[in-house]
């Protein structure tokens, strides 16, 4: 991050320092500000200040551009049939406590879950029902 401390803004309400701050790879500044001695007895309450606003949006898309995490397949689907589906909200929670990437399905039918499993490279799905099955899926 580059700020400039030497900028001088034509804007009436500051009166002194005016901060810019930029960030490589983005062509306007993301942090502006400075001293605004006068502007708030305009609104009855004279006192002096500092502030400044940051461009979030184009904070996160520069750390976006620059750091975007590499997408991995969950290793596990977990599917729950009608009634089971606290059962499988905990069978979830017990292999993420074990370090296991598991996505839940929302679709209610094996077929279409083994189908999205292979589209997604996850290699295994779980059916919660009465009774716990374990599905490998193939490629």
């Given at each position: 991050?580059?700020?400039?401390?030497?900028l001088?803004?034509?804007?009436?309400?500051?009166?002194?320092?005016?901060?810019?701050?930029?960030?490589?790879?983005?062509g306007?500044?993301?942090?502006?500000?400075?001293r605004?001695?006068?502007?708030?007895?305009?609104?009855?309450?004279?006192?002096p200040?500092?502030?400044?606003?940051v461009?979030?949006?184009?904070?996160a898309?520069?750390?976006?551009?620059?750091?975007?995490?590499k997408?991995?397949?969950?290793?596990?689907?977990?599917?729950?049939?009608n009634?089971?589906?606290?059962?499988?909200?905990?069978?979830?929670?017990?292999?993420?406590?074990?370090?296991v990437?598991?996505?839940?399905?929302?679709?209610?039918?094996?077929?279409?879950?083994?189908?999205?499993?292979?589209?997604?490279?996850?290699?295994?799905?779980?059916?919660?029902?009465?009774?716990?099955?374990?599905?490998?899926?193939?490629?």
């Amino acid at each position: 991050m580059i700020i400039d401390l030497g900028l001088v803004n034509k804007t009436d309400y500051y009166t002194g320092l005016v901060i810019k701050g930029y960030l490589e790879g983005y062509g306007e500044e993301v942090i502006s500000g400075g001293r605004y001695d006068k502007l708030l007895s305009e609104f009855g309450y004279d006192t002096p200040a500092v502030g400044m606003a940051v461009n979030v949006d184009a904070v996160a898309d520069v750390i976006g551009k620059k750091y975007t995490p590499k997408a991995t397949a969950p290793d596990v689907l977990i599917l729950a049939e009608n009634g089971c589906e606290a059962a499988a909200v905990r069978k979830a929670d017990a292999l993420r406590k074990t370090g296991v990437c598991v996505e839940y399905a929302f679709m209610t039918d094996p077929d279409a879950a083994i189908e999205y499993a292979k589209c997604r490279m996850i290699k295994k799905l779980i059916i919660i029902s009465e009774q716990e099955m374990t599905i490998d899926v193939e490629k």
